[in-house]
């Protein structure tokens, strides 16, 4: 069953650093492109960056020069450096991406299962 794998939640200090992870395993499965979005209580959920298959990478204001999205093709793996957390980053973080699944032409969406960063003043 396809799905993806998050990991690397927490809590941490302001100031302080987490690398969320994303994995799509299985050998017929590919990335192509991946988004980390986040989403805190009463709030709607927002993009925070994405990379496309050939390394894009967009990020939006607020995160900017904090965030780092990155992918390990081999690993199926995208990640998201997070640094200089602040308060206001406390959130569940979810992935999605487009997987190409064995020989289908096109691409599938999938969400990851949500993973907490709770960021303490």
């Known amino acids: 069953q396809v799905r993806l794998v998050e990991s690397g939640g927490g809590l941490v200090q302001a100031g302080g650093s987490l690398r969320l992870s994303c994995a799509a395993p299985?050998?017929?499965?590919?990335?192509?492109?991946m988004g980390w979005y986040r989403q805190s209580p009463g709030k709607q959920r927002e993009l925070v960056a994405s990379?496309?298959?050939?390394?894009?990478?967009n990020y939006v204001d607020f995160v900017k020069g904090r965030f780092t999205i990155s992918r390990d093709n081999a690993k199926n793996t995208v990640y998201l450096q997070m640094n200089s957390l602040k308060p206001e980053d406390t959130a569940v973080y979810y992935c999605?991406?487009?997987?190409?699944?064995?020989?289908?032409?096109?691409?599938?969406?999938?969400w990851g299962q949500g993973t907490q960063v709770t960021v303490s003043s």
């Open positions: 999605n991406a487009d997987l190409y699944i064995a020989t289908l032409p096109y691409s599938l969406n999938y």
């Open positions: 990379i496309t298959s050939d390394g894009n990478t």
């Open positions: 299985g050998n017929n499965v590919r990335i192509k492109t």
